[in-house]
């Protein structure tokens, strides 16, 4: 029995949309409770940066390592890993009574954090296989909308509460009854399939073949986060510094983003799935077309449409990568090849950060943005390298 034929029941369709709102929960609580996590830790905010740094120094190795253990155990490790992320909130709940003990409980949730987006790109590049519906990028937008919503039901409960433990405990409740459906619904270890066509040239499997290729993708895709998170990450700086918006008004720059970003993944998942190189491209420029908006808007108003653009453009591209890179990747290798991608392409979020802020030092916050749509247009040279790879049968 493959991993596609464990997922045959209508119902189990559903479980990566499952899968993805328990990280959006997650990630949405964990965004609103920031400030109560570090008035807990007692740490400076500089100690506070630094410790945050580990989210990606645990998310790392454990995406690179995560590929494999589904491949040998199925799609129900999904499952289990995001009941350990949701567990991880409460953990660093409890760890966070000084620097050292931050640092560490941060590192165990970026490593579960890691490991379940791995298995949960895995379950919906299964699913949609499966089912020949656009589920990667449905799935997405899932995740984008579930961090909206959550966000602001947590900010709320802080602010009633001021309680730390109260946010991640009920974020881990959510997420373990998420987690369980999920186990549930995504089906037994799977059993060996048919190596695609050209993977016994080498003699190697199937990876061996396409390892680079799916390098290939990560490094598009990781033009594409390190683009979105600059926006996510600097859209409210921008408003503040920029336009002396107040906090409320200056919130609307990352909740726009988020929003538009849902929407798009909704909307455009169908033709995304059909022209999936026209799709990647057209965002892409949407994306740059954005950054220049951005850069030399007079008003915040004309900032905002160019956030709205880059958030348009941005949303489609690495669902969409996901789901052309994995499209005819054997079911037994279908983890490794999802580490490849996503462990690539997670590099963007870790680098856009030291990048977005070395600009915005040199030149200013509005004029870092040109910097990041020169990311996003590097990224319009690259794509004509996905149907090159397809028509030598490498993806």
Do not use: K
């Amino acid at each position: 029995m493959t991993v596609s034929q464990t997922l045959s029941a209508p119902p189990r369709s559903a479980a990566p949309y499952l899968a993805f709102a328990g990280l959006g929960t997650f990630w949405g609580i964990w965004g609103a409770t920031l400030p109560l996590l570090r008035e807990r830790a007692g740490v400076t905010d500089g100690e506070f940066g630094i410790a945050l740094l580990f989210v990606g120094a645990g998310a790392l190795p454990a995406m690179l390592a995560t590929g494999r253990l589904i491949d040998a155990l199925g799609l129900r490790v999904a499952g289990v890993l995001l009941a350990a992320l949701g567990l991880s909130g409460v953990l660093v709940a409890g760890a966070a009574a000084n620097f050292a003990a931050l640092c560490a409980a941060i590192f165990l949730v970026g490593a579960s954090s890691g490991a379940t987006d791995v298995a949960i790109n895995a379950l919906a590049a299964t699913v949609e296989r499966r089912t020949g519906r656009p589920v990667v990028s449905r799935s997405h937008g899932a995740f984008s909308l579930t961090v909206a919503v959550v966000s602001l039901g947590a900010g709320g409960l802080g602010s009633v509460t001021g309680n730390l433990f109260v946010n991640f405990t009920a974020g881990a409740v959510i997420t373990v009854v998420l987690a369980r459906t999920v186990y549930a619904w995504a089906g037994a270890r799977p059993a060996p399939s048919p190596a695609p066509h050209g993977a016994g040239r080498t003699g190697r499997g199937p990876l061996a073949v396409r390892t680079v290729p799916l390098l290939a993708v990560g490094v598009i895709g990781a033009l594409a986060f390190a683009s979105e998170n600059a926006y996510q990450s600097w859209g409210a700086v921008l408003f503040t510094d920029e336009y002396l918006a107040p906090p409320a008004l200056a919130a609307l720059a990352p909740a726009a983003f988020a929003a538009l970003a849902a929407l798009t993944r909704f909307l455009a998942a169908g033709p995304a799935q059909a022209r999936p190189v026209a799709a990647v491209v057209l965002g892409a420029v949407s994306a740059t077309a954005g950054g220049v908006v951005v850069m030399v808007a007079s008003s915040l108003w004309t900032a905002l449409l160019g956030i709205a653009a880059a958030a348009v453009g941005t949303a489609v591209i690495f669902p969409t990568l996901v789901s052309y890179g994995l499209r005819s990747v054997a079911d037994r290798s279908r983890g490794r090849a999802t580490s490849a991608i996503t462990s690539v392409a997670y590099l963007g979020f870790l680098v856009s950060p030291a990048y977005f802020g070395l600009l915005a030092d040199a030149s200013g916050v509005r004029q870092a943005f040109l910097g990041v749509a020169a990311l996003t247009a590097v990224l319009v040279a690259l794509v004509p390298v996905l149907p090159a790879l397809r028509r030598r049968n490498l993806l």
